[in-house]
């Protein structure tokens, strides 16, 4: 097998590309993105869910002291995207508290709260006061049938909306999110005038992984996968919302390749490695991905990749969040691309892209393999393999 450092021209081209466009952000020593499992409480029982939430809190989740302290530690990365998840972080009695403590740091703070009861207008307002920029709240098919058919709560579609119009009515931005899986791949284009009619910034799309109560059989092909960045690139142009794609870095060497096609082979330039945003957040050119401009902490504080690489490299209640992030062994193999096994290690896209880690991880047991989910063949691995 090429080493992977021995780039051919093709592969050369595209990492000048690369480093033309991917900005300033040293994700070795800050993550972009925090996401923060405040609890795994939750009144629902999703069939994809990665996190098994349960009804009731963890007695283990840190206190409020703790999550200060955690707090404290994260403002020394800078101004990360703190996301306030779960679970349902609404069920969290100190949460606004801890959301005006972390915006008093400086961090930047998002909510993805649970479809239930809890949102309401007031509760909302709270979380604006408190320093939430924005929510994102889960819909994962056009009609109530599906979604709820995923999500395992009878309601839990109206409840949604109702979600997305009490954000509007305290001006929060609002996105959605729509995890995608064999129960929904086919109804996605359905999806695009819901999205406008509810008027959301951002849609944001996460492919499946199988971990947690998420199960193989439930992700879509290696094909669909393919077939779904193409109609998301074209989607893209025309949109009047944000498209964001979790959990598949392999759109991103979609989108070079079909603006490539476009200028008919010549040079590309690109946003996000393939993505466009105008969500106020101020994200990078490059890309982020498990443990490398990404970090995530659990309810108990294990100190995790993403909450898609369930691998910990260390607690925040005995361990220093930033060294953990900036020196562990894990965090570090995450952002050495030589380390990347298979068809990966060879793929002239592997510094933009690089595959799913968390999939990889959930599907091969080894978070260093390739990517399952990507159909494409680098022509170095298909030449190695003849």
């Known amino acids: 097998m090429p080493h992977p450092q021995n780039l051919s021209k093709a592969a050369a081209a595209e990492r000048s590309i690369h480093d033309q466009h991917m900005g300033t952000a040293d994700f070795s020593q800050a993550p972009f993105t925090i996401a923060w499992e405040v609890t795994r409480a939750c009144a629902f029982a999703c069939v994809h869910c990665r996190a098994d939430a349960q009804h009731q809190a963890d007695p283990r989740q840190l206190t409020t002291e703790e999550s200060f302290h955690l707090i404290d530690r994260m403002k020394e990365f800078g101004s990360p995207i703190l996301v306030f ?36 207008p007031e509760r909302l307002l709270q979380a604006k006061d408190a320093g939430i920029r924005r929510i994102a709240v889960s819909l994962d098919a056009p009609t109530a049938e599906v979604h709820e058919a995923f999500r395992q709560v009878p ?10 119009k009490n954000a509007q009515a305290v001006g929060l931005s609002a996105q959605v999110n729509t995890t995608v899986s064999t129960y929904n791949v086919d109804l996605l284009a359905d999806m695009v005038p819901f999205i ?20 193989l059989d439930r ?95 260390g607690n925040v209640c005995s361990e220093d969040v930033v060294d953990v992030y900036r020196h562990s062994e894990l965090f570090m193999n995450l952002r050495d691309i030589s380390k990347i096994k298979g068809k990966c290690s060879v793929c002239e896209y592997r510094e933009v892209c690089g595959g799913q880690r968390g999939r990889a991880y959930g599907i091969t047991g080894d978070y260093l393999e390739s990517d399952p989910a990507c159909v494409y063949e680098p022509a170095e691995w298909n030449n190695h393999a003849a």
């Open 85 to 120: 998840t779960g679970g349902d972080p609404m069920m969290r009695r100190d949460l606004f508290d801890l959301i005006a403590y972390a915006t008093q740091q400086g961090l930047r703070c998002s909510l993805t709260p649970t479809a239930t009861a809890l949102p309401t």
């Open 155 to 164: 309601g839990s579609w109206e409840r949604t909306l109702n979600a997305l």
């Open 196 to 215: 406008e009619q509810v008027n959301a910034v951002q849609w944001s799309l996460f492919f499946l992984v199988p971990t947690g109560r998420a199960q």
């Open 219 to 313: 992700m879509i092909s290696p094909q669909e996968h393919e077939r779904v960045f193409n109609w998301l690139y074209d989607l893209s142009k025309t949109s009047p919302f944000d498209i964001k794609v979790t959990a598949a870095p392999m759109y991103r060497r979609v989108a070079i390749q079909r603006r490539k096609a476009e200028n008919n082979g010549g040079a590309v330039t690109f946003q996000g490695a393939g993505f466009q945003y105008a969500d106020g957040l101020d994200r990078p050119t490059r890309g982020v991905s498990d443990g490398n401009g990404f970090l995530f902490i659990s309810h108990i504080g294990e100190i995790q990749p993403s909450g898609f690489l369930t691998v910990s490299a």
